[in-house]
């Protein structure tokens, strides 16, 4: 118990310090699970628009698929990049693996069909409210997503900080195809695996400390805009 | 410029819902120029009838068509639909009414033009930057109808736009609708109160069960109406039936 309080105290001081380390670590962190947010807004905000409003063969099928996606294990996500991006596969000339890009196109395969999937449900609700009155405005049903997409713009928001927090937690993709390299493709999750297995608690902590942390900004940013939302929803 | 789209002929609709006939071989023809109000009992099939005008539903059969000679179809924004119930997108009053100007194809200084020509027509200009759906329900309708006059509409649909408004909301929204028609727009509008359909209608058009059962001069129907329905509905007595 005294190691964990010792560990727990040296973690404290690491994070008040603003330990260089540590600094480069999370800001690692937030670079690639950023990026990977953005890229996974700009294909799954607009495809999840599209699968709300768009009628049109096999609709339902991908609707399924995409469903089934939002639970897709991430080891395999990165075990599919590791096999894309490798020397022997088709996107081994890139030369990607254990780069951060890396890391972050296998955080978008990740993030992209949680936010298509919880984006249909936002965008089929909102759809379900204007869509007469945009039918009779002349307005056509792919015509119809700048506006939903900019009225559902609250809920939206939402939908986008659940998939950071998604990717932010994430380990085990970023662990195959990053490589957990120091200065490199080192990101708090796989330097806290690290770091625990080589007995070095203190930073193990520290890290652990700051991703809680992180992850109740952003619950907290989550309830804040829905209560904003809500209050908001008239605007 | 409402004679491009009018007379507006309707031809033996039907319109089916699990087998049941809604719209059942509905025949009528609304001339130029008229403002013509269709009146009716709840179920009559007259919000129903505006939503085939207007597009947003296909008819199983029968046929609508538009001006001399007969068009088949028509640009949609040529037709607008006030409903009964507006529904406003979750924006400023200004921000609804440059959507429908955008949506009409307008842009640069033209759209922002007939922005502010729309506040002052509905008189909102006070309200430009209030969230629409913070308004009252008066205002709220009354920036439905400015808004869908934002593309100067040949024909102008309207679903019982006043129900359940005060009376000044009320004078508000007829002086609109009065507006439009000098304007040069044909008005249809759908509504249950005979006092309103006195002071709005040149033509009325009564239906009942997804029929027309009688069309003619507002003044002949009011004062002496051809068929028992239409009798029965303006002494606000219940009509069973052809044998009833």
Redesign the interface.
Same mark, same amino acid.
């Given at each position: 118990m005294d190691d964990i309080a010792s560990a727990f105290s040296q973690a404290v001081s690491l994070v008040l310090a603003a330990d260089p380390a540590i600094l480069e670590i999370v800001g690692l962190s937030f670079r690639v699970t950023l990026s990977a947010v953005v890229v996974a807004c700009l294909i799954g905000l607009p495809l999840g628009a599209l699968l709300a409003v768009k009628a049109f063969p096999g609709r339902t099928a991908v609707i399924v698929a995409i469903n089934a996606l939002m639970g897709l294990p991430p080891v395999v996500v990165g075990l599919f990049v590791y096999l894309m991006l490798s020397n022997a596969g088709p996107f081994g000339v890139l030369q990607l693996l254990y780069t951060p890009t890396a890391m972050i196109v296998a955080q978008s395969i990740l993030v992209t069909p949680i936010v298509a999937g919880l984006a249909r449900q936002v965008i089929a609700d909102l759809h379900a409210?204007?869509d007469?009155?945009l039918?009779?405005?002349? +307005?056509t049903a792919t015509g119809a997503i700048p506006?939903l997409l900019w009225?559902g713009r609250h809920a939206l928001a939402t939908v986008a900080l659940a998939g950071f927090g998604r990717a932010v937690a994430e380990v085990g993709a970023v662990l195959i195809v990053g490589g957990n390299i120091d200065h490199v493709t080192r990101v708090m999750t796989t330097a806290i695996a690290l770091e625990t297995s080589k007995g070095n608690l203190s930073l193990a902590l520290g890290l652990g400390i700051i991703l809680l942390f992180m992850s109740v900004l952003v619950n907290g940013a989550v309830m804040g805009l829905r209560a904003t939302s809500g209050r +908001?929803?008239? +605007? | 410029m409402s004679d491009q789209l009018t007379p507006i002929r309707l031809h033996e609709l039907v319109y089916s819902v699990d087998g049941r006939r809604l719209i059942d071989g509905l025949s009528f023809e609304m001339r130029a120029g008229s403002r013509t109000v269709i009146m009716g009992p709840n179920g009559a099939g007259k919000s129903l009838t505006l939503r085939l005008l207007?597009g947003?539903m296909e008819p199983d059969s029968g046929s609508i068509t538009w001006g001399e000679p007969p068009k088949h179809t028509v640009? !949609?924004?040529s037709v607008? /639909?006030v409903?009964q119930r507006p529904?406003l /997108? !979750? !924006?400023?009053v200004a921000a609804n009414l440059r959507? $429908?100007v955008a *949506?009409c194809g307008m842009r640069g200084p033209a759209r922002s033009e007939r922005v502010e020509e729309l506040l002052a027509m509905g008189g909102l200009e006070a309200l430009r930057r209030t969230? $629409? !759906? *913070?308004l009252s329900a008066g205002e709220q309708q009354r920036l439905s109808l400015v808004r869908a006059l934002a593309g100067r509409p040949r024909v102008l649909l309207l679903d019982e736009p006043t129900a359940n408004l005060d009376p000044a909301s009320t004078l508000a929204i007829e002086r609109l609708v009065n507006g439009a028609h000098e304007g040069g727009a044909k008005i249809v509008f759908v509504t249950h109160d005979r006092d309103q359909a006195a002071r709005l209608a040149d033509d009325v058009v009564f239906m009942q069960d997804g029929r027309a059962v009688e069309t003619g001069a507002a003044d002949r129907f009011f004062s002496a109406p051809s068929s028992e329905e239409a009798r029965a509905y303006l002494d606000g007595r219940l009509f069973v039936g052809g044998d009833g």
């Open positions: 409210e204007y007469e009155q039918r009779s405005m002349g +307005v506006t009225d +908001v929803a008239h +605007v | 207007q947003l640009g !949609r924004q607008s /639909l409903f529904v /997108l !979750r !924006r400023t959507h $429908a *949506v969230p $629409a !759906r *913070v």
